[in-house]
């Protein structure tokens, strides 16, 4: 049947059919190569996100609470050595310190160079160095009754931005037992009768003796910090005129010389306070006698150091000369 050709061009129809245009090749292997790079963008971006809060990851669900395993006696007696152990794992680099609370009638000290007994400073750190995580101390206790004392290990890294671990113990220096008086009987015969004589205290001579302690070092609220040590003599004679270095943990670095000081009685301290500025974290020292002109029972407790942190400041460090503000009193 033939098909009827519509020659009205009022009535003509033209017909054009539309195909769905087919997705080559190349198109679908660039979306899929796109849709892998956003992948491993995204994939990088946690990562790195996640390696930079690993910290606070860690401090928020008990990384941060490590600690060092102490042990020590919990009796001891005044003069006996005893033994502080301790365990710690870690792969990082760095130094132990040994620090105790102060008090009055309670000092320790350890062996020194030569056999002698060198006085450990308290309230500084007091670098420990052993191989095999463990410090003799002999404890000397002045007092009558028995005191508590706390004693601390402390790690200190290398790295700067490695947070401290320390670890605690306590333990109670008891005095020496007193020997029990013997019984004397009063003598039967009448006694003669003897003139007093009142004795003349003998003057005491040999070596001075110069010490060092530091006491605090805090920030004081504008980027800088206030140290404050307590210098001594523990001798039998007078200092005479001395010296002292501070190592300043700046910005820069700082040593500061001191004057002359005056001399020192036996017995006497006296507490020195340095103001300085532009202070960064780090290790705050000093040294007395530093050019060892004097002749001293012990050197080894002319050196002292603590470690300290100061809270980030933005701000623009400019050159500023140290200041020394010295607020001595002697006791």
């Given at each position: 049947?033939a098909?009827?050709?519509?020659?009205d061009p009022k009535?003509s129809a033209y017909?054009?059919?539309?195909?769905?245009?087919?997705a080559?090749?190349?198109?679908?292997?660039?979306?899929?190569?796109?849709?892998?790079i956003?992948?491993?963008?995204?994939l990088?971006?946690l990562?790195?996100?996640?390696?930079?809060g690993?910290p606070?990851?860690?401090?928020?669900f008990?990384?941060?609470s490590?600690?060092?395993?102490?042990?020590a006696p919990?009796?001891?007696t005044?003069?006996?050595?005893f033994?502080i152990?301790w365990k710690?794992?870690t792969?990082?680099q760095?130094?132990?310190a040994?620090?105790y609370?102060?008090k009055?009638v309670?000092?320790f000290?350890?062996?020194?160079?030569?056999?002698?007994?060198?006085?450990v400073?308290?309230?500084?750190?007091?670098?420990?160095?052993t191989?095999?995580?463990?410090?003799?101390?002999?404890?000397?206790?002045s007092?009558t009754t028995s005191t508590?004392?706390p004693l601390?290990?402390?790690?200190i890294?290398s790295?700067?931005?490695?947070?401290?671990?320390?670890g605690?113990?306590?333990v109670?220096?008891n005095?020496i037992?007193a020997?029990?008086?013997?019984?004397?009987?009063?003598?039967?015969?009448?006694?003669?009768?003897?003139t007093?004589?009142?004795p003349?205290a003998p003057?005491?001579?040999?070596?001075?003796d110069l010490?060092?302690?530091?006491?605090?070092?805090?920030?004081?609220?504008?980027?800088g910090a206030i140290?404050t040590?307590?210098?001594?003599?523990?001798g039998l004679?007078s200092?005479s005129?001395?010296?002292?270095?501070?190592?300043?943990p700046?910005a820069?670095?700082y040593?500061?010389q001191?004057p002359?000081?005056?001399s020192l009685?036996?017995g006497?301290h006296?507490v020195?306070t340095l103001r300085?500025s532009q202070?960064?974290?780090g290790?705050?020292?000093v040294?007395v006698?530093?050019?060892n002109?004097?002749?001293?029972?012990?050197?080894?407790?002319n050196y002292?150091?603590?470690q300290?942190?100061?809270p980030?400041?933005?701000q623009?460090?400019?050159?500023y000369p140290q200041?020394y503000s010295?607020?001595p009193?002697?006791?």
């Open positions: 049947m098909d009827a050709l519509n020659t009535h017909v054009h059919t539309h195909g769905e245009p087919k080559s090749l190349v198109s679908n292997a660039l979306a899929i190569v796109g849709f892998i956003v992948i491993v963008i995204v990088w971006g990562f790195h996100i996640a390696t930079l690993m606070w990851f860690s401090s928020l008990g990384g941060g490590q600690t060092i395993t102490v042990e919990e009796n001891v005044s003069g006996t050595a033994a152990t710690y794992s792969s990082e760095g130094t132990y040994f620090l609370q102060c009055d309670l000092h000290q350890t062996a020194g160079a030569g056999g002698t007994l060198d006085t400073p308290c309230g500084a750190a007091f670098t420990v160095a191989a095999n995580n463990s410090l003799m101390v002999t404890p000397q206790l007092g508590s004392v601390t290990i402390v790690f890294p790295a700067t931005t490695s947070p401290q671990v320390q605690n113990a306590t109670t220096v005095p037992a020997a029990t008086p013997a019984v004397v009987r009063p003598a039967t015969t009448t006694p003669s009768v003897v007093p004589v009142i003349i003057v005491a001579t040999g070596p001075t010490s060092v302690q530091i006491l605090s070092v805090v920030p004081d609220g504008s980027g140290a040590f307590d210098i001594g003599n523990e004679s200092t005129v001395y010296s002292f270095t501070a190592q300043l700046t820069t670095g040593l500061y001191s002359s000081q005056s009685a036996p006497d006296i020195n300085f202070a960064v974290s290790i705050f020292s040294v006698d530093p050019t002109s004097k002749n001293e029972l012990s050197a080894a407790n002292a150091s603590q300290i942190s100061m980030y400041v933005q623009t460090y400019q050159t200041q010295p607020y009193y002697v006791y």
